[in-house]
C-alpha cells in the first residue's frame, strides 16, 4: 500500500514513526492512535476557536522541558503535556485530557526525524511558537544543523507570535527563564517563578551529607548541553571553593559528528580548567584524547569505584554527572547518594 494512503489513516507520521524499528502493539497503532489523534485534532480546533485556548508550542535542542516547566508554573489555569514520553502520544493524549476552561496549553514539540514538526503541525497549530536554543541532536536522523534546524523551524508556520532564544540576552540556563519573562510580558502577566521545579534529572543540585555536591543532569545529553552544563559546573566550584569533577557517558545519535562532537567536549574541559573526567561509552575516549586526560570506565561498576577511590564524597567536591539517558547514569547518582 502507497505511503500515502497510509498516511490519510495514521496521520502524517514521518516514514520511522509508521514502521518503528521497535514493533509496536498492532491494534493500538493501526487502529486506536489514528482515532486519538483525530478526537484530539477536531477537539482542540474547538478549544482554540470557541472556548478562546491559547496554544504554546515549543521546541529547539536544549531546554524544552525546563521552559515548559517554568511556563505551567507561571501561567494560571494551564496544562501541559507530560515530561518523558514520545510526543506523538503525548500531543493527543494531553489535548483530549484538556478541560474546556482551560487557558493555555503548553506543548512540548520534540523533534528526532525529518517530518515530526508536520506531523505536530497536523495535530495542533500553536498561537504562540517557542524556540530554545538549537544543536546538533538526532543526527542520525536529521544528518546536520541545517536539517535540524529547518524541521524545528516548522513551528512558526501559522503562529501568531514567535519567541527564540535569538530574542533573549542571555546565556546557559538563564535562557530559558528570558524566554519564559518574554512570553508572560506577552500574555500580560507578571512571572513569578516561585512555584518552579526541575524535572527529575535535569540540572538538580543534590548536597550530599558529606558536605559534596552531586549535579544530576543525567535525563539526557548533547553537545550544546554538555557545554553549558560544564560552565555552570565550574561557576558552581568555584562559587563553593570546591574541586570541579565531570562524569561524562557517551552522547548517543549523533551519527557522523560522533567524534568531532565528543571531541570538541574535552576541548571544552580543557578550556574550562577541569581536571577530574572520568568516562563512560566508547565515543568519550575521543573526549579524553582532546582533553588530554581522564579515566575511561567500561562500566558503571567500575565507574563508581573510581569516584570512591579519589573520595568523591569528600566535603572538597562539585560532581556533575551526564550523560544520553541509555546509559541510566541515574542509578550511578542514586548509588552515590546512599553511599555510606
Known sequence: MPLSLIRLWLGPLPKEEIFPEKKPNFFLHWFVHPIKRRLAKYYLLLLQKTFGL????????????????MLQAILPNSIATADNITPTYNIPTTILHTPPWTKY????????YIGDMDFYLWLARPDIAIITPI????????????????????????????????????????????????VAHLLGITPNFSSYAP???????????????????TYNANPLATQEALKTLVRTATN???TPVFVFAQMNELGQYEKSAHQKIGLEIRKLGIRNLFCLGPA?????????????CKNQENLYKALM???????????LIKGSRSWHLENLVEKLIFSP
Request: charged fraction near 25%; aromatic fraction near 6%; charge should be positive.
Open 284 to 296: 568519550t575516549k575521543h573526549t579524553i584524547q582532546s582533553a588530554g586526560f581522564g579515566e575511561y
Open 309 to 319: 577511590k579519589i573520595g568523591i564524597l569528600d566535603l572538597g567536591f562539585v560532581t
Open 240 to 242: 563553593h571553593k570546591k
Open 105 to 112: 496549553l503548553i506543548l512540548e514539540m520534540g523533534v528526532e
Open 54 to 69: 491559547t496554544v504554546i508550542g515549543i521546541t529547539g535542542s536544549v531546554g524544552k522541558t525546563t521552559t515548559k516547566r
Open 135 to 182: 544543536n546538533l541532536t538526532h543526527t542520525v536522523y536529521l544528518k546536520n544543523l541545517k536539517t535540524i534546524t529547518n524541521e524545528k523551524e516548522k513551528i512558526t508556520k501559522y503562529a501568531k507570535h514567535i519567541i527564540t532564544y535569538k530574542d533573549v540576552k542571555a546565556t546557559g540556563y538563564e535562557v530559558n527563564k528570558a524566554l519564559v519573562t518574554k
Open 199 to 217: 524535572a527529575p534529572h535535569r540540572m538538580n543540585f543534590i548536597n550530599l551529607k558529606n558536605g559534596s555536591i552531586l549535579i544530576d543532569d
